[in-house]
C-alpha cells in the first residue's frame, strides 16, 4: 500500500503546483488606455526625451503592431468601439460621435440616451445603442458580477462605450460645470466621484490654472527657431465661457484622467479582488484647437511629454497595487486627424471653400426642377447630404434614381471629387474603397449622399445651425496615418509586427490574453503572442 499512497501524495504535490503556478500567472487588473491622435512619428522623434516608465517602458516591454488598420479614418468615438467590440460600425452601429437623427431633423451624440438621467450632470447617456458586448462586459461577466470595471474619459460617449453595458461606473467631463459626471444606467457611483466633485471641484482649481510649456524651449525637438522664441501660455479663468472646452482639449485633462483613474484604483482596491478587474481610460494628443498660430507642433510636443509622465503615473500605481506580473496593459490609437486648419496664405498652397449651405441650396433647385417642388434634402452632417425620405415616398419618386441624380449634380461642383451613393455602398462590388465605407458606416444612421472634396478645400459647414451657431471649417488631407496598438503582459515577450492589421483583431486578442471569451460580435481571431 506503501506505493499506491507515495502516487497519491505525488499527484497530490504535482496538481498543488500546477494550481499555484495557474493562480500566480492569472491576472488581476486590466488596464485599458485609448489616445486619440497618437501619432507613431512623434513617438518616435521623442523617444530620446521620454522618461524610462512611460513610453519607452511600454515599448520596451510590449507587443506592438505597428499600424491597427480601421479601414477608414474614423473619430475617436468609434474607433473606441471598433477596438472594445472588435466589430465595426456596420455591426455596432457607431459610426462617430454625433450621429443625425432623422425623426428630431438633428445630431445628437452617439450614446445619447433620454430614458438614462445623468448623476453629477443634466446629460444624458447610455450603452443602449451600442449592438455589441465589449471587452468591459465580458470581464465583468467572467467574474460573475463581482469584479469591477469602470471608466474615466473627457467624452462621454467614449466614456460609455470603455464602460460597456455591465461596468460599475462611466465617469466623464460635463464641460458646461466643469464637474465629472456618470449616469444612472451604472449602478455605482463611487466616493471617488463625489469626492473630487465637492472637495476639490475643477471650477475653483481652473481659476488659478495654466497651460505652459515643461521645460525650456530648446529641449523640445523639431520646433523651428521662430517658435522657440514664444513660449505658449493659456489660462481658464472665469470669465471663460469656453474654458472647460478649453480644458478638455488640453493635455491637462490627460493628467485630471490619470488623477482619478490612481483614485480608483487605490480607494476602490482595484486588482487586489478575487477575480479581474478593469479600468478603461481615454487621453486625446490631437492638436490643440485654441492656439493662437496656426502652427501647433509647440503645445503637441509638449502634450506627448506630459502623457509621458501620466503614463508612467499610471503604471507606477497600477505595479505597487498588484505587481508587475498580474497587471496588462493594452493601448490603441485612433488614427490622428485628417481634417486640419487651412495652412497660412503667404504659402499659396491651393485651396477653395465647399459651402454646404450653398451646396445644399443648389442641389435642392436641381431636385425642384426635375422632381417638383418641395424641401428635398434634409440635412447635411458630417460629409453626408440625407434627404427627405418623407417626401420622396410622398411623391412617389424613385430613391435610387433621385441618389444616382443627385449625386451626379454634386460631382459636377467645383471641389468636389467624388460623391457615392448609399445604394453603390451597401452593393460594394468588390471596390475596395466602397467596402472601406460600407464597413465603417451603418444603414440606419448614414446618409444618402456620402461626399468627399480635393485635397487642400476647405469645408465650411454652414448649414448645421442645429448643431452650432458658427461657421465650422476644416481641411481635408489625404493622409494614411498608423494607428499603433501595444500590449504590455507577464510572459508576453516583446516584440513588434510591422505588417498592418486589422483593428478588429484587438479585442480578441486582449480576450486570449485575458483568458475570457471574445465579445459577440468579434468575429476575426486574436493574435497570439
Given at each position: 500500500?506503501?506505493?499506491?499512497?507515495?502516487?497519491?501524495?505525488?499527484?497530490?504535490?504535482?496538481?498543488?503546483?500546477?494550481?499555484?503556478?495557474?493562480?500566480?500567472?492569472?491576472?488581476?487588473?486590466?488596464?485599458?488606455?485609448?489616445?486619440?491622435?497618437?501619432?507613431?512619428?512623434?513617438?518616435?522623434?521623442?523617444?530620446?526625451?521620454?522618461?524610462?516608465?512611460?513610453?519607452?517602458?511600454?515599448?520596451?516591454?510590449?507587443?506592438?503592431?505597428?499600424?491597427?488598420?480601421?479601414?477608414?479614418?474614423?473619430?475617436?468615438?468609434?474607433?473606441?468601439?471598433?477596438?472594445?467590440?472588435?466589430?465595426?460600425?456596420?455591426?455596432?452601429?457607431?459610426?462617430?460621435?454625433d450621429v443625425y437623427d432623422r425623426e428630431l431633423m438633428k445630431s445628437v451624440p452617439a450614446m445619447h440616451d433620454p430614458a438614462s438621467m445623468g448623476n453629477f450632470t443634466s446629460e444624458t447617456y447610455s450603452p443602449r445603442s451600442l449592438a455589441a458586448s465589449t471587452l468591459a462586459d465580458e470581464v465583468r461577466i467572467a467574474g460573475g458580477g463581482v469584479t469591477h470595471v469602470y471608466s474615466v474619459a473627457p467624452s462621454a460617449s467614449q466614456a460609455v462605450i470603455l464602460a460597456g453595458h455591465s461596468a460599475n461606473c462611466a465617469i466623464w467631463l460635463n464641460e458646461k460645470t466643469g464637474n465629472w459626471a456618470t449616469s444612472t444606467f451604472y449602478k455605482d457611483a463611487p466616493t471617488t466621484l463625489t469626492r473630487r466633485n465637492r472637495t476639490m471641484p475643477l471650477s475653483m482649481r481652473l481659476d488659478t490654472a495654466q497651460w505652459t510649456p515643461l521645460y525650456r524651449a530648446d529641449a523640445y525637438p523639431g520646433?523651428?527657431?521662430?517658435?522657440?522664441?514664444?513660449?505658449?501660455?493659456?489660462?481658464?479663468?472665469?470669465?471663460?465661457?469656453?474654458?472647460?472646452?478649453?480644458?478638455?482639449?488640453?493635455?491637462?485633462?490627460?493628467?485630471?484622467?490619470?488623477?482619478?483613474?490612481?483614485?480608483?484604483?487605490?480607494?476602490?482596491?482595484?486588482?487586489?479582488?478575487?477575480?479581474?478587474?478593469?479600468?478603461?481610460?481615454?487621453?486625446?494628443?490631437?492638436?490643440?484647437?485654441?492656439?493662437?498660430?496656426?502652427?501647433?507642433?509647440?503645445?503637441?510636443?509638449?502634450?506627448?511629454?506630459?502623457?509621458?509622465?501620466?503614463?508612467?503615473?499610471?503604471?507606477?500605481?497600477?505595479?505597487?497595487?498588484?505587481?508587475?506580473?498580474?497587471?496588462?496593459?493594452?493601448?490603441?490609437?485612433?488614427?490622428?486627424?485628417?481634417?486640419?486648419?487651412?495652412?497660412?496664405?503667404?504659402?499659396?498652397?491651393?485651396?477653395?471653400?465647399?459651402?454646404?449651405?450653398?451646396?445644399?441650396?443648389?442641389?435642392?433647385?436641381?431636385?425642384?426642377?426635375?422632381?417638383?417642388?418641395?424641401?428635398?434634402?434634409?440635412?447635411?452632417?458630417?460629409?453626408?447630404?440625407?434627404?427627405?425620405?418623407?417626401?420622396?415616398?410622398?411623391?412617389?419618386?424613385?430613391?435610387?434614381?433621385?441618389?444616382?441624380?443627385?449625386?451626379?449634380?454634386?460631382?459636377?461642383?467645383?471641389?468636389?471629387?467624388?460623391?457615392?451613393?448609399?445604394?453603390?455602398?451597401?452593393?460594394?462590388?468588390?471596390?475596395?474603397?466602397?467596402?472601406?465605407?460600407?464597413?465603417?458606416?451603418?444603414?440606419?444612421?448614414?446618409?444618402?449622399?456620402?461626399?468627399?472634396?480635393?485635397?487642400?478645400?476647405?469645408?465650411?459647414?454652414?448649414?448645421?445651425?442645429?448643431?452650432?451657431?458658427?461657421?465650422?471649417?476644416?481641411?481635408?488631407?489625404?493622409?494614411?496615418?498608423?494607428?499603433?496598438?501595444?500590449?504590455?503582459?507577464?510572459?508576453?515577450?516583446?516584440?513588434?509586427?510591422?505588417?498592418?492589421?486589422?483593428?478588429?483583431?484587438?479585442?480578441?486578442?486582449?480576450?486570449?490574453?485575458?483568458?475570457?471569451?471574445?465579445?459577440?460580435?468579434?468575429?476575426?481571431?486574436?493574435?497570439?503572442?
Open positions: 500500500m506503501l506505493v499506491p499512497r507515495l502516487v497519491l501524495a505525488l499527484l497530490t504535490s504535482v496538481v498543488g503546483m500546477v494550481a499555484d503556478a495557474a493562480n500566480s500567472a492569472r491576472p488581476q487588473l486590466v488596464v485599458g488606455i485609448m489616445i486619440d491622435g497618437l501619432d507613431q512619428q512623434y513617438i518616435d522623434m521623442l523617444l530620446s526625451h521620454f522618461g524610462e516608465d512611460g513610453f519607452n517602458r511600454l515599448l520596451r516591454d510590449g507587443v506592438i503592431v505597428a499600424n491597427a488598420d480601421y479601414g477608414t479614418n474614423l473619430d475617436a468615438v468609434a474607433s473606441t468601439a471598433v477596438v472594445m467590440t472588435g466589430a465595426a460600425p456596420s455591426t455596432t452601429t457607431v459610426s462617430s460621435a520646433l523651428p527657431e521662430h517658435l522657440t522664441h514664444y513660449p505658449f501660455r493659456y489660462t481658464f479663468g472665469r470669465g471663460n465661457d469656453s474654458r472647460y472646452s478649453m480644458f478638455a482639449a488640453s493635455p491637462l485633462v490627460n493628467t485630471e484622467v490619470t488623477d482619478i483613474a490612481s483614485d480608483l484604483i487605490t480607494d476602490l482596491k482595484l486588482g487586489a479582488n478575487d477575480g479581474l478587474d478593469m479600468v478603461n481610460l481615454a487621453y486625446s494628443l490631437l492638436p490643440y484647437d485654441y492656439t493662437r498660430n496656426d502652427d501647433n507642433r509647440y503645445e503637441l510636443i509638449d502634450a506627448y511629454l506630459r502623457l509621458d509622465r501620466d503614463l508612467a503615473r499610471l503604471i507606477s500605481t497600477v505595479e505597487s497595487r498588484v505587481g508587475p506580473d498580474k497587471a496588462i496593459f493594452f493601448i490603441a490609437a485612433t488614427p490622428p486627424k485628417g481634417l486640419v486648419r487651412r495652412d497660412e496664405e503667404q504659402w499659396a498652397i491651393p485651396y477653395g471653400e465647399f459651402s454646404t449651405k450653398k451646396a445644399r441650396s443648389l442641389l435642392n433647385m436641381y431636385l425642384i426642377a426635375v422632381y417638383g417642388n418641395g424641401e428635398w434634402i434634409s440635412s447635411f452632417h458630417g460629409n453626408q447630404f440625407y434627404l427627405n425620405h418623407k417626401l420622396i415616398k410622398d411623391r412617389g419618386v424613385d430613391a435610387a434614381e433621385l441618389r444616382t441624380q443627385a449625386a451626379a449634380f454634386l460631382t459636377r461642383m467645383s471641389g468636389v471629387d467624388r460623391v457615392y451613393t448609399i445604394d453603390e455602398i451597401l452593393a460594394s462590388r468588390g471596390d475596395a474603397r466602397l467596402e472601406a465605407l460600407n464597413r465603417n458606416l451603418h444603414p440606419d444612421t448614414a446618409g444618402d449622399l456620402i461626399i468627399e472634396v480635393d485635397p487642400g478645400w476647405e469645408i465650411v459647414d454652414d448649414a448645421i445651425s442645429n448643431v452650432s451657431s458658427q461657421r465650422v471649417k476644416y481641411v481635408k488631407r489625404y493622409v494614411a496615418p498608423a494607428a499603433p496598438f501595444v500590449i504590455m503582459a507577464p510572459g508576453v515577450p516583446a516584440r513588434t509586427i510591422d505588417t498592418p492589421v486589422d483593428a478588429r483583431v484587438i479585442a480578441p486578442t486582449v480576450a486570449r490574453q485575458l483568458r475570457i471569451r471574445s465579445p459577440n460580435a468579434a468575429a476575426l481571431p486574436g493574435l497570439i503572442l
